[in-house]
C-alpha cells in the first residue's frame, strides 16, 4: 500500500540499447515524503525482482491529461 500516491503510470520507453524498459511516473500527493516514497518502491520492485527500469520519477504535478481525465501515455513516452 501506497497512501502518498495519488497516480502511477507505466509506460514502456525503448533504450539505447534497442531494449525496451518500463517508465514508472508517480504522482504523490501534498505532503509526501518523496525520499522515503522512493526508498518504498525500490525495495517493493526488489523484492518483485523488477530490476531493469529506464527510470521513475516521483512529482507532485499531474502529467498530460485528457479530456477524458485519462493521463496520455503516448506524451508520457514522448517526454522520456
Given at each position: ?43 517493493f520492485?526488489?523484492?518483485k ?12 504535478k ?19
Amino acid at each position: 500500500n501506497f497512501s502518498e500516491l495519488f497516480d502511477c503510470s507505466v509506460v514502456g520507453v525503448e533504450c539505447e540499447n534497442g531494449e525496451t524498459w518500463p517508465k514508472i511516473i508517480c504522482e504523490v500527493i501534498e505532503g509526501a515524503n518523496v525520499a522515503e516514497l522512493r526508498e518504498k518502491v525500490t525495495r517493493f520492485l526488489a523484492e518483485k525482482n523488477i530490476s531493469k527500469l529506464a527510470s521513475i520519477t516521483f512529482d507532485m504535478k499531474p502529467h498530460f491529461y485528457g479530456v477524458t481525465g485519462k493521463v496520455l501515455k503516448r506524451l508520457l513516452r514522448e517526454e522520456a
